[in-house]
């Protein structure tokens, strides 16, 4: 069973552009999360997506958004990129919104802003 | 979700057990314990999960002491590739109805390196 998939691995933009993340989860998981990770504040929670709906929101500005699809695949959007929103991007999926799952995290895609 | 306090490195001889310690004196009734690590470059793994019980998986053991307010996290024979940062994370499920909420607070984690 394959993974969970991030594309693009790499990416570099400037400031003021935006960006789109794509995430497919594992094969039959219904669930999508994204973090952020940077050397300075470490892992943080982005949201959270199950059947299509955002479900769980962390403490981030409102240029971070999400969207999860039917298939259950999902894109994060930056918009008007910063500095500081150079960072690792962590995607992960569970099967079923249920308690004590265990999340599968992708390998991450990192952004760089220049 | 409650605190936890790890050290922030450890060094370990391969081939030797590995014991990580986790402090969460705050933790509540109905939060879980869970570990994860996060081996350079990748996303974080999951190790393992516990409530009150010990609990033994295929990659490691975690002993929670009775008052819950530690637990330690024991890889029985490290190899190399278990270099990471090791993360202890307590958390309570939020349900709703259809489902539940699933937000990981990850701190900074222990660094384990394992020496050949």
């Given at each position: 069973k394959a993974g969970v998939t991030q594309t693009p691995r790499y990416l570099i933009k400037t400031r003021g552009q935006q960006v789109t993340l794509s995430c497919s989860p594992i094969s039959g998981h219904r669930s999508v999360s994204w973090y952020q990770q940077t050397p300075g504040q470490g892992l943080q929670f982005l949201f959270e997506y199950f059947s299509e709906t955002q479900r769980n929101k962390g403490?981030?500005?409102?240029?971070f958004s999400g969207r999860q699809f039917s298939n259950s695949r999902s894109e994060m959007n930056v918009s008007t990129?910063?500095?500081?929103?150079?960072a690792l991007y962590l995607c992960a999926s569970r099967q079923r919104q249920a308690a004590n799952e265990k999340l599968f995290f992708g390998s991450g895609t990192q952004l760089s802003v220049l | 979700d409650a605190k936890t306090t790890q050290p922030p490195s450890m060094d370990c001889a391969e081939g030797r057990a590995a014991n990580l310690p986790c402090n969460h004196?705050?933790?509540?009734?109905n939060e879980y314990v869970y570990w994860y690590r996060q081996i350079h470059s990748q996303g974080p793994q999951y190790i393992i999960h516990g409530l009150k019980n010990n609990e033994t998986n295929e990659m490691a053991s975690l002993i929670i002491t009775e008052d819950r307010k530690s637990s330690t996290l024991i890889l029985p024979h490290a190899t190399l590739r278990d270099t990471a940062v090791y993360y202890c994370i307590v958390r309570v499920d939020r349900s709703f109805s259809g489902g539940s909420n699933y937000k990981l607070t990850f701190g900074k984690g222990t660094l384990l390196t394992v020496n050949p």
């Open positions: 403490n981030f500005p409102g240029r990129l910063e500095l500081g929103d150079s | 004196s705050t933790i509540s009734g």
